[in-house]
Structures are given as C-alpha cells and as structure tokens.
C-alpha cells in the first residue's frame, strides 16, 4: 500500500465485495457468477464483484424506462446543472478516482488523473451544452407557414465501454445523454468493474442530492452476454460502444437487425508521417508518448511511423535511444514511464505479434521482451518493440493492443499518404511538418482517411471538445464534443400552418 492504493479505495466507498447491478442508490443482488478483479500492477486482488445475470438485466431496464418519462421533463439547463455538480464531486475524488484507474487498469498515474480531467471537461462541455441544443428554422415553401425542428430527448442509451478507457468513455457518453433528457444502461468492461462501481456511487450521492430518480444511472457489469442483451433490446434506441472491431462488428449486427442507432468507436492503426521538414525533437516526443504510453493500449496509439527515405535511419537511431532511457514498472510509481499490460493474455497477443512479424520479414530495431522478477510479478510487463517492416504485412493490417511500432519507409508524399489509408481501420493520423503545402495535402480531400487528422501532434491524447471517432473499421461514429451530442437525441422537423387555407407542397393540386 505504499501508493495509498487503500486510502484510494476507502474514499471512493467501496468494499471488499461489490454488488454489480444498480440503478443509481440501489444494488442489486443477482445470480450473476463473480468476477475478480486483479491489478496488473502487481497481480493482487482488488475486490470481487458480482455479474448481472438476464433478469436483473430487465428489472433494472425496466426501471430504466419509468426513469425516462420523468427526466425527459425535467428542463435541459436544470439537467445540466446536476452534470455540473457531477464534475464538481469527480473534481473532489480526481485523485482517488485516478490512482484506482492506474491501479486497476495498468495506466500511469499521471494518465489516471488525465482520465479524469477528460471526465471533468466533458461536464463542463455537457453544462454549455444544456442551453445549446439546437435545432433549425427553415423558410417553408408554401405561405403561412413556418418549419423548424426540434431536438428531443431519445430514451435509453446502452453504453458498453472497455478497459484501456474505463472511467473517460462513459463520462463522454453518460455528460451528453443526462443533457440530452436519455437514460443509460452502463456495461463497462468486466476487466475493470471496480472502476465502473466507484463512478456510479460518486454519481448516485449527486444525483440523490438532487431528486434524480433510480434508473437515470444504471450499471450492469457482466460479460459478452449481457452486451448482447443490451444490443438486442429493442427498448434501447441507441447503443455505443467503444472497443475492438469484433466487438463492434457484433454489436452493431445485433442493433442493425432490430434497426436501433449503433454508435461505435472501434480499433485504430494509427500513423505518423513523419516528412524531412519536420521538427524531429517534437517528433520523436510524440511517437514514443503515442506508441507506449498506456503501454500502446489506447485506440489511439500510434502503432505506424510512415519515415522518409532521407531521415529514416535517423529517427531509427534516435527512437531507439529515447527507448533506452525508458523505465518500466509500477504504474503508481511516476519514475516509470511504462506501465503493464492488462493481463496475461494481452501478453499472449503481444508475443504472437511480435512472432508474426518476424516470421512475415520484420526488421528487429528494438526487440520485445516479457518481463520477469519480483518488480514484473503480476506477468503482464512487456518492453515496447520497434520494428521495420512494410505496410502490406498481415500483421500491419492488425490492431495489438500493446507497444510495438513499426516502421514504414516512404519516397514522397503521395506515397506516404496512401500507406497511411491502405488499412482496414481509419481513427487517427497525424504529420509532422514545418511545410505548409506538406500539412495542407494531408488534411484535403486526397489526404489522411481518418477521423481524427493533426498536423505536429500525434496521434494520442484527443481533447474532449472535438467529436471523436474514425472511419472504415473503427466504425464510423463520433462520440464527445462538437455536435457529436446529435445522435443521443430525436430529431423532430416540424411544419405548421397558420393560415385557414391548405396549399400542399409541391404546388400539387388536389381538389373535391
Ligand atoms: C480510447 O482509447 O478509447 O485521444 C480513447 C485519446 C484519449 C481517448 C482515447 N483522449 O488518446
């Protein structure tokens, strides 16, 4: 406990053993089986906590939709004010929340506390929101008459999360829903349920404090089964869902079938093109934050580096030696730079990959490593790789959820940019240039394919106040800022006549 991991624990309220089904003050008992939640850190038990099984499931979404008719009532900016006074108690529990994220999920520390900076300005953002949801006026063709549309509220939003994210992705989903006048169901990744239970209890006092009645918050932790309950019900308009492409591919069938809206943010294989005009200092910082910070376990990692043929050995040889400065180790510990793996069977995926690469022609410039020793006890610490290899290798195309970065050479832009789009996935890009004609082309309509594009940043470490989301694999939706908020609500277009004539549209005449 020298972190203060149990302080951390005590704050935040929660006990040894969890209940997992709640429907904001009230847990549920079910017949769920029981998950164990251990740290990657150091491969210790945290706390137990007990599945939802499929009648809890329906109880709680039956709640759900009584909850529904009344916080559609209540006025947006009020709605907005308990989101606000969320962020406030998430400001009050940053640190306990951010050390149990690290702990619980293998991130640094400083990137628990950003996980729940990114929490704190999306209530903010929510809190504008309240009194900007907006919809048109439109000139009707026709005299008399006026259009415009409105925004309503949708009803419930099922929101299914993964571990690398596993407090941010629900805040980015649950701020806009609470503003729009939605409900959520939350399934959170069974990998970090403790997580999930400390965000619904800090959110159950606010909104107990403020009349906010059972089933505006719900939480159900459990497996792919309840997921698939949750995608399959037709009482849930909308389901969004951040995580891998099978994942997504799943659930957006499932949602598809019964024609409900799917939100998905799936995988990323994400690049940098890194051009002889660029800055390589600046450079080599944000390659090597994007490949191994949260050990290469964001969507956003940077998992290509697209080089020039003139600097490719360059940077090799300078990425190299910033990897030997790297320090491994307990994520509480801020010395460390890189934190483990989430469990062993990530561990597994990064062995097979790097196996796959070499056997497919990958150049060795830094080789991985499993970790051992009294400091690597949980098994799940890795060494982040470097190889170079080409775009077109099996592997290449493949998402892993771990630090290894290949690396592309490239002749001239157009090269590298098409080496950029020829993946499956389409998240983040990113350039770096001092060259305005170089920045320019990547961003056109010929350029980067992704949904999230940046020039002289990389690809990790997206603010909240864009919309958030990618192209192609990773599933096309956008969660977040801008008016990513669209898709939580109903959209209305209404037409109405003031007149005591009835002219149709079109100038169509029909008369009797
Ligand atoms: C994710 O990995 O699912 O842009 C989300 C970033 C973070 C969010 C990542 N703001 O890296």
């Given at each position: 406990?020298?972190y203060?991991?149990?302080e951390?624990?005590?704050?935040?309220?929660?006990s040894?053993?969890?209940?997992?089904?709640?429907?904001?003050?009230?847990?549920?008992?079910?017949?769920g089986?029981?998950?164990?939640?251990?740290?990657?850190?150091?491969?210790?038990?945290?706390?137990?906590?007990?599945?939802?099984d499929?009648?809890?499931?329906?109880?709680?979404?039956?709640t759900?939709?009584?909850?529904?008719?009344?916080?559609?009532?209540?006025p947006?900016?009020?709605?907005?004010?308990?989101v606000?006074?969320?962020?406030?108690?998430?400001?009050?529990?940053?640190?306990?929340?951010?050390?149990?994220?690290?702990?619980?999920?293998?991130?640094?520390?400083?990137?628990?506390?950003?996980?729940?900076?990114?929490?704190?300005?999306?209530?903010?953002?929510?809190?504008?929101?309240?009194?900007?949801?907006?919809?048109l006026?439109?000139?009707?063709?026709?005299?008399g008459?006026?259009?415009y549309?409105?925004?309503?509220?949708?009803?419930i939003?099922?929101?299914?999360?993964?571990?690398?994210?596993?407090?941010?992705?629900?805040?980015?989903?649950?701020?806009?829903?609470?503003?729009?006048?939605?409900?959520?169901?939350?399934?959170?990744?069974?990998?970090?349920?403790?997580?999930?239970?400390?965000?619904?209890k800090?959110?159950?006092?606010?909104?107990?404090?403020n009349?906010?009645?059972?089933?505006v918050s719900?939480?159900?932790?459990?497996?792919?089964?309840?997921?698939?309950?949750?995608?399959a019900?037709?009482?849930?308009?909308?389901?969004?869902?951040?995580?891998?492409t099978r994942?997504?591919?799943?659930?957006?069938?499932?949602?598809?079938?019964?024609?409900?809206?799917?939100?998905?943010?799936?995988?990323?294989?994400?690049?940098?093109?890194?051009?002889p005009?660029?800055?390589?200092?600046?450079?080599?910082?944000?390659?090597?934050?994007?490949?191994?910070?949260?050990?290469?376990?964001?969507?956003?990692?940077?998992?290509?580096?697209?080089?020039?043929?003139d600097?490719?050995?360059?940077?090799?040889?300078?990425?190299?030696?910033?990897y030997?400065?790297?320090?491994?180790?307990?994520?509480l510990?801020e010395?460390n730079?890189?934190?483990?793996?989430?469990?062993?069977?990530?561990?597994?995926?990064y062995e097979?990959?790097?196996?796959?690469?070499?056997?497919?022609?990958?150049?060795?410039i830094?080789?991985?490593?499993v970790?051992?020793?009294?400091?690597?006890?949980s098994g799940?610490?890795?060494?982040?790789a470097?190889f170079?290899?080409?775009n077109?290798?099996?592997i290449?195309?493949?998402?892993?959820?771990?630090?290894?970065?290949?690396?592309?050479?490239?002749?001239?832009l157009?090269?590298?940019i098409?080496?950029?789009n020829?993946?499956?996935?389409?998240?983040?890009?990113?350039?770096?240039?001092?060259d305005?004609?170089?920045s320019e082309?990547?961003?056109?309509?010929?350029?980067?394919?992704c949904?999230?594009?940046?020039?002289?940043?990389?690809?990790?470490?997206?603010?909240i106040?864009?919309?958030?989301?990618g192209?192609k694999?990773?599933?096309?939706?956008?969660?977040?800022?801008s008016?990513?908020?669209?898709?939580?609500?109903?959209?209305?277009?209404?037409?109405?006549?003031?007149t005591?004539?009835?002219?149709?549209a079109?100038?169509?005449?029909?008369?009797?």
């Open positions: 406990n020298q203060g991991i149990k951390a624990i005590d704050s935040l309220g929660l040894p053993a969890e209940l997992g089904s709640s429907t904001g003050s009230t847990w549920i008992k079910s017949t089986s029981e998950i164990s939640s251990h740290s990657p850190a150091d491969g210790l038990l945290i706390g137990k906590v007990q599945a939802s499929e009648k809890t499931y329906l109880q709680i979404r039956e759900a939709q009584t909850a529904f008719k009344a916080w559609r009532q209540v947006a900016p009020k709605r907005g004010d308990v606000r006074q969320l962020g406030d108690a998430l400001r009050e529990k940053k640190e306990a929340l951010g050390k149990l994220v690290s702990y619980e999920m293998g991130k640094s520390y400083q990137e628990g506390l950003g996980e729940v900076q990114e929490m704190i300005d999306i209530c903010d953002f929510a809190v504008g929101l309240s009194r900007q949801l907006y919809g006026t439109m000139h009707s063709e026709r005299p008459h006026r259009m549309e409105q925004y309503h509220p949708l009803g939003v099922g929101i299914i999360s993964a571990f690398n994210f596993p407090v941010a992705v629900w805040a980015w989903n649950t701020a806009l829903a609470w503003v729009c006048g939605d409900v959520a169901i939350w399934k959170p990744s069974e990998k970090t349920p403790l997580t999930a239970i400390a965000c619904q800090i959110t159950a006092k606010v909104f107990a404090e009349d906010v009645p059972e089933g719900n939480l159900v932790i459990g497996d792919a089964q309840i997921g698939q309950l949750l995608s019900d037709s009482h849930v308009p909308l389901v969004s869902a951040t995580g891998s994942m997504g591919k799943a659930v957006g069938e499932t949602v598809g079938k019964r024609l409900g809206r799917a939100l998905l943010e799936l995988g990323g294989n994400n690049a940098i093109i890194i051009t005009n660029a800055d390589l200092d600046m450079s080599l910082i944000g390659a090597v934050f994007g490949a191994v910070g949260t050990c290469g376990q964001r969507c956003t990692s940077t998992r290509r580096l697209i080089i020039h043929e600097i490719f050995d360059e940077v090799a040889s300078k990425l190299k030696s910033a030997a400065q790297l320090k491994i180790g307990n994520p510990d010395k730079h890189v934190g483990p793996l989430i469990d062993t069977l990530a561990v597994d995926m097979q990959s790097i196996a796959k690469a070499k056997a497919e022609g990958a150049k060795m830094v080789d991985g490593e970790l051992t020793g009294d400091d690597y006890a799940c610490y890795v060494k982040p470097i170079e290899v080409k077109d290798y099996e290449v195309q493949h998402e892993t959820f771990a630090p290894i970065l290949y690396l592309i050479r490239y002749k001239d157009d090269e590298a098409a080496i950029q020829d993946v499956p996935q389409g998240l983040s890009s990113a350039i770096m240039t001092r305005m004609r170089e082309q990547f961003l056109s309509y010929a350029g980067s394919d949904g999230i594009a940046n020039v002289n940043i990389g690809t990790s470490g997206a603010e106040g864009g919309a958030f989301g192209e694999e990773t599933g096309g939706g956008r969660e977040s800022g008016d990513a908020w669209k898709v939580y609500m109903r959209r209305q277009t209404n037409t109405i006549n003031y005591n004539n009835l002219p149709l079109q100038g169509i005449k029909f008369e009797f």
